[in-house]
Nanobody
Framework: QVQLVESGGGLVQPGGSLGLSCAASGFTFSSYSMKWYRQAPGKERELVAGIGSVGDNTYYADSVKGRFTISRDNAKNAVSLQMNSLKAEDTAVYYC???????????WGQGTQVTVSS
């Protein structure tokens, strides 16, 4: 059974930091690229950051470049997103995604709420 379980969301003040984690099970984690998406109320889901299967390539949306860092630990089947200098516009539900495009496999977590507010 495939599972992606996010944790670490919560309420943080503007300028603060928060770390998200995603624990994966039920598939060959090291064969999948991992991504974090987010969806704010009334907006479409957007790609925030991504990392290759062995951690060699990373991608960041322009809106989070220099503030967010994605990393993975294939030994622990986990991916993380460190978010610094948070802004109100970072408020959203954050989703962990596993992708192996070559075989058309995509898995999603249930999401974790991040709220940036004073």
């Amino acid at each position: 059974q495939v599972q992606l379980v996010e944790s670490g969301g919560g309420l943080v003040q503007p300028g603060g930091s928060l770390g998200l984690s995603c624990a994966a099970s039920g598939f060959t984690f090291s064969s999948y690229s991992m991504k974090w998406y987010r969806q704010a109320p009334g907006k479409e889901r957007e790609l925030v950051a991504g990392i290759g299967s062995v951690g060699d390539n990373t991608y960041y949306a322009d809106s989070v470049k220099g503030r967010f860092t994605i990393s993975r630990d294939n030994a622990k089947n986990a991916v993380s997103l460190q978010m610094n200098s948070l802004k109100a516009e970072d408020t959203a539900v954050y989703y962990c995604n596993a992708e192996r495009r070559i075989i058309g496999r995509y898995y999603w977590g249930q999401g974790t709420q991040v709220t940036v507010s004073s």
